[in-house]
């Protein structure tokens, strides 16, 4: 990459969006009009539609030091996405709103926007809209995406019945993990100078800078005629995500320790920096894997996904939110995550 640098203003703001933009594809049908009028145009043809939006600010939710340009693009569309599965629902169109200050050049923005665009390509989706403006200090992101689903066929959290299965998607605390080893590095090469050294841990640094969301559960679901009666998708650690179902559902619940699925390279790693890797996968956050409640009638059609696991199950509210460890030991569920009594690993 050459080291020439392109100050924004040389563009001025529209310029600056027709330049981003320039090269911006419709994949759905629904999208009727998208970038470039006062307003997008969108129409699903019967479907009912679903909206979520999440902010992203620098220093608080990403940290440039460690963060690619494009990572943090592909990553604003992928965490709405989530969002969207974890509705049951499939999106179609997003809008990307950016506040950004003056050391951002234009090719930092081409950078950013090239994951955008490898987003919404893998996922389908439509960029149809959004602002852009400058901050006074460092990098704004907010996205808006947009999902159709079948009439009343979208899921929310409030619905899960006493005895169904508690099941997620993937592994988990992979991403908690991956944050952990690259703020150990920056803070190493704050002190010392030193390069980083990520020792090999492709996977966990992966499950944090380049997320994926569940597209493939949700089309499962479809495939095999699943309605999972609650959902929600785990971007705060698994403890603070059961406990919403929970709470929503006026619902309480049994995980087991031994059935929470851990990718052996995080699990590894947890114990290299003496953590514990349930501790990991209940209080760590961004993992963006589905977690679902399903009639115990359902377990024959998941059983063969190896994607998925059953956790556990849902209870009467009175019996409280626990988590049964190895050893057999029962210990409430609380949200700020679980202490795991200093167990040696198993």
């Not at 090269?23 to 049908?29: L, M, P, Q, V, W």
């Not at 999208?31 to 009028?37: A, C, F, K």
């Not at 949200?335 to 198993?346: E, L, Y």
């Amino acid at each position: 990459m050459s080291n020439d640098r392109t100050e924004i203003n040389a563009l001025g703001e529209f310029g600056l969006i027709d330049h981003l933009t320039q090269n911006n594809e419709t994949r759905n049908a629904s999208t009727v009009l998208s970038v470039g009028d006062d307003a997008a145009v969108l129409d699903h043809f019967g479907k009912q539609i679903v909206v979520t939006t999440d902010m992203l600010i620098e220093g608080i939710h990403f940290d440039l030091m460690y963060t690619p340009l494009k990572h943090l693009g592909y990553k604003s569309v992928v965490a709405n996405l989530s969002d969207v599965y974890a509705m049951n629902a499939t999106p179609t169109q997003i809008t990307l709103s950016i506040a950004f200050s003056n050391r951002f050049s234009l090719e930092a923005m081409d950078e950013f926007y090239e994951g955008v665009y490898a987003a919404c390509e893998r996922y389908g989706v439509d960029l149809v809209g959004g602002d852009t403006t400058s901050s006074q200090k460092g990098f704004v992101i907010s996205v808006t995406a947009i999902g159709e689903v079948t009439p009343d066929t979208f899921v929310k959290r409030s619905s899960a019945k006493k005895g169904d299965l508690l099941c997620v998607s993937g592994f988990l605390g992979g991403a908690f993990l991956g944050l952990t080893i690259l703020e150990r590095e920056k803070r190493i090469f704050a002190e010392t100078g030193a390069q980083p050294d990520l020792e090999n841990q492709a996977y966990i640094v992966g499950r944090l800078l380049k997320p994926e969301a569940r597209k493939d559960i949700v089309e499962f679901f479809a495939e095999k005629g699943i309605m999972p009666t609650a959902m929600i998708d785990v971007s705060d650690g698994l403890s603070s995500e059961t406990l919403h179902i929970c709470k929503q559902s006026n619902l309480g619940c049994v995980i087991y320790e031994d059935k929470i699925p851990i990718h052996e390279d995080a699990r590894q790693f947890a114990y290299t920096l003496e953590l514990d890797p349930t501790a990991c996968a209940l209080s760590g956050g961004e993992d963006y894997e589905l977690l679902f409640t399903l009639s115990q009638t359902d377990y024959d059609k998941i059983v063969l996904n190896e994607q998925i696991s059953v956790i556990g199950y849902m209870t009467e509210a009175e019996e409280g939110t626990h988590i049964i460890t190895r050893g057999g030991n029962k210990h409430q569920l609380v949200a700020q995550g679980w202490n795991h009594m200093n167990q040696p690993p198993q």
